[in-house]
């Protein structure tokens, strides 16, 4: 079993910046690639960004490559998603999830455990 919370949400104006973190308790975080999904409201969630066990490969959703980037640190047990450049568009509520799979980490079934969220507004 794997606990994940998330921080760092919050407002933010179009340009800005913010730094998510979501940090896991239960067995081995090393041992799952780990993902940050985001769902605005009335949509569906999708696929944002992941890392795999050991942090040096990453994916990106198209519409935010170059402007977020994932990292992980194993011994503090932390994912982070930085966010850069927000845009209005960006306004959702954010996702980590841990996958003990290391393919297709862009689907949302491919995670067995996921937080609670955080919360991103980007005000125009």
């Known amino acids: 079993q794997v606990q994940l919370v998330e921080t760092g949400g919050g407002l933010v104006q179009t340009g800005g910046s913010l730094r998510l973190s979501c940090v896991a308790s239960?067995?081995?975080?090393?041992?799952?690639?780990m993902g940050w999904f985001r769902q605005a409201p009335g949509k569906e969630r999708e696929f944002t960004a992941a890392?795999?066990?050991?942090?040096?490969?990453?994916a990106f959703a198209a519409s935010v490559k170059g402007r977020f980037t994932i990292s992980r640190n194993n011994a503090k047990k932390t994912v982070y998603l930085q966010l850069n450049n927000l845009k209005p568009e960006d306004t959702a509520a954010y996702y980590c999830?841990?996958?003990?799979?290391?393919?297709?980490?862009?689907?949302?079934?491919?995670?067995?455990?996921w937080g609670q969220g955080t919360q991103v507004t980007v005000s125009s």
């Open positions: 999830a841990a996958s003990s799979y290391y393919t297709d980490l862009g689907t949302a079934s491919r995670y067995k455990y």
């Open positions: 239960g067995r081995t975080f090393s041992d799952y690639a």
């Open positions: 890392v795999n066990w050991d942090g040096y490969s990453t």
